[in-house]
Each structure stands twice: as C-alpha cells, then as structure tokens.
C-alpha cells in the first residue's frame, strides 16, 4: 500500500517536472511567443505548433501501442479515461470562454503554474482569478450559482453523472 | 524561405509527451493541467497527493533547466485587469469545457477523443481570433 503511494507520489513529481521543463523549454511560458503564435493573419511565429506536434509525436504511439492494451495502471490504479463522446453546452461554451481568456493575455494553466516561481505578479493574479474562475464554474456545474446568459443550470443530476 | 525547426519548440514538446504518458502509464491519470488545479481546489481521496507532487515539479522544474540557459521571460503586460479578466476566463473556460491545452490538447488529441479535438479546434479558433480583433483594434 505504502509503495503504491510513494509510486504515485513519485511519478507525480517526475512527470510534473518533465511537464515544467517542456513548458520553459518550448518556449510556451512567454506569453508574447504564445500571441505571436496565434496571430497567424500578422507577423506569425509558427513555431508553438511544433510543441503540440512535439507531443502529440511521443504521446500518441505510446499510448496507442503501450497504454491502450492494459487493463490498469503500472500502480494498479484503473486508467483514468472518459469514455464519453457527447458534444455538449458547457464543452462548447467552455472551450470558446478559455479561448478569449488564452488571447486576451497569452496565457494558459501549464505556463502560468511553471512560472509561479518567477515572482511575477501578474503571473500571480492571472493565477488567483483562474482559481476563482474554476470554483465558479464547479458551483455553476453542480446548479448552485448562475451564469450570465444562460442562468442557472438545468439538467444537473444528468451531467454530474456524465463528468463523474 | 530560411524556414529552420524550432528545435527548442519540438524538444520540448515531446518532453510534454512523455510526461502525459509517464503519468498515464504509472498511475493512470490524465496530464491535465486545469484538472489537476481544479482537483486541488476540490479534494478526492487518492488524488490530492498525487497532484500536489505535479505541481512542485513543474515550479521546481525552472530551476532544474536554469543551468542549461533555459529561463522564464520577463512578462510585461501593462493592463492587470486584462490580466484578471483572462484568468477568469480560463478558469471558468476550463472547468466548464473540462480541459486545456494540455488534457485536450495532448492527452485527449493523442487518444483521438471526439469531445478533445472539438474543444481544441475551438478554443483555438477563438483564441486566433481574439488576437485579430486585438489586432484590428490596435494592438489592446
């Protein structure tokens, strides 16, 4: 038991540690290389298309020919995967919402946590208003709190299952 | 055209790759960063300590690479409200669309996921968007 935790521990922090280096790395911590990648009708700088590509090049052959065929994790852990494909409101809704706020400032969850030692106080208040943004949008989901627009939520029970 | 590889760009991105699959194959979990956070922000048996541990290797990991010549930019960004309002958006963006550039845009692409490619082509459809308006507008 006690291994399984220290497992999961230690690959947490591996992996956190590889994913910061990759953010530094790629150059995806600088928010001006991020706008000057999404500003492909301007002076574009195509080259964060290389990071996705980067690795989506690793992750996908080792998940197809690795990960897929196992019924569980190395740790015995079940493969945390989603097995569901409806396109609903909030995927939409939520996916153009977060991409207004990755333009408006050229930042997105990766960079601005790898860069949380920087010091940077607008890296920290990016930070506190993302928090609160999630805590908003998990209370929006469970029907608590409303949206503008759109109102409360309806249909709760239905994708509370769906998410769990 | 003098077009090179960004090498740094490609390398690091697979270094992404192999976190999300290292993470996927130990433990089975989802290298997402804006799961991760929000699984912080409301706490689950098993799955706090874990994620905790994430979090402290991508802020150690700076200074792991410092000694390469790797560094963190200095941000400028004159508009803090902008700033606040874009943190907003990407928290609640990411908790209602269940994902980020990370989960969606790697994990989620990688496993071929119908719901992951839909979000990605949108958020950044939306997000090259924004930044033309920006632009058309002068550079806000």
Known sequence: MITVKLLRVFIGLLSGTFFGAGMVI???VDPVKVIGFLNITGNWDPSLAFVMGGALMVFTPFYHLVI????????????????????????????????????????????????????????????????????YGTQYLAGRFPL????????????TKQNK | MGFTIPWQSLFGGMLLGLSAALLMLFSG??????????????????ETSWRVAFVIGMILSVYVVSPLGFELPEIINNNIFLVALAGLLVGLGTR????????HGIVGMGRFSKRSIIA???????AIIVVLIRNLLGGL
């Not at chain 1, 409806?86 to 400032?105: E, Q, R, V």
């Not at chain 1, 503008?148 to 994708?159: E, S």
């Not at chain 2, 990605?120 to 939306?126: A, D, G, L």
């Open chain 1, 26 to 28: 790629s150059g995806m």
């Open chain 1, 68 to 135: 897929k065929k196992r019924n569980h994790a190395i740790s015995g852990d079940k493969l945390n995967l989603t097995t569901d494909t409806t396109i609903d409101g909030p995927l939409i809704s939520g996916a153009i919402l977060f991409g207004i706020g990755w333009g408006l400032a050229g930042f997105c969850p990766g960079p601005v946590i790898t860069s949380v030692g920087g010091g940077s106080y607008i890296v920290l208040t990016f930070i506190v208003f993302m928090l609160v943004g999630i805590s």
């Open chain 1, 148 to 159: 503008p627009i759109v109102g409360y939520r309806k249909n709760v029970g239905l994708v």
């Open chain 2, 29 to 46: 979990k989802v290298a997402g960063i804006s799961g991760i956070i929000g699984g912080l922000l409301s706490r689950q048996k098993h």
């Open chain 2, 96 to 103: 209602l669309g269940n994902g980020c550039t990370s989960g």
């Open chain 2, 120 to 126: 990605t082509c949108i958020f950044m459809t939306t």
